[in-house]
């Protein structure tokens, strides 16, 4: 049996190592802790109405669990809207990746910028980059270099297009 190697570089692969869950995880994570919560509140609840005839602390326990698990499915709640909503993610300052991205050599200036999240952890950014006409040959090696430096502020699946000065895109007057 033969195992094909990775065309991964040694620094570079396919996965990442950050612990952070999208929001199906989380969901269900909360579904699942509310059960646990439950039959721990039952349990804890029985030993005390058992023993003291406190027969209210089944509705503070209830009242508890339900008031944790209302908080944090707000919480989860307001992460899907804003991936709903296609707002940048938190996890990206696009002001530092726009002042990075114009102190490369032979950029002009950007325009067109947006970066959203697919699913709170993939992030997709596109952006308009617009170039003199003399540095065409130097084009490859720029997209290259833009496009490292939006991974490098955790963009995923970056899109880039050149323009030249001359040219109007349509979008903005370049």
């Known amino acids: 049996m033969k195992i094909k190697k990775s065309n991964n570089t040694p620094n570079e692969h396919s996965h990442n190592h950050n ?4 929001h199906n995880s989380r969901s269900i994570m909360l579904h699942l802790l509310e059960d646990v919560l439950g039959w721990i509140a039952v349990l804890i609840g029985a030993i005390l109405i058992y023993f003291t005839g406190w027969s209210w602390i089944d509705g503070v326990l209830t009242i508890g669990i339900a008031a944790y698990i209302g908080y944090n499915a707000g919480k989860n709640l307001l992460g899907i809207a804003k991936i709903m909503l296609q707002s940048v993610p938190e996890n990206v300052d696009i002001g530092k990746l726009e002042k990075e991205l114009t102190a490369l050599n032979d950029i002009i200036k950007i325009h067109d910028v947006h970066i959203w999240s697919l699913d709170g952890n993939y992030n997709v950014g596109t952006l308009h ?4 006409k003399k540095n065409m040959d130097a084009q490859q090696m720029l997209h290259h270099q833009i496009v490292t430096l939006m ?6 699946h970056p899109t880039v297009q050149i323009e030249i000065a001359d040219n109007n895109c349509g979008l903005e007057q370049c």
């Not at 980059?129 to 003199?132: A, C, E, G, K, S």
């Open 129 to 132: 980059v617009v170039i003199d």
């Open 19 to 22: 612990n952070n869950r999208n």
């Open 151 to 156: 991974k490098q502020h955790n963009i995923h």
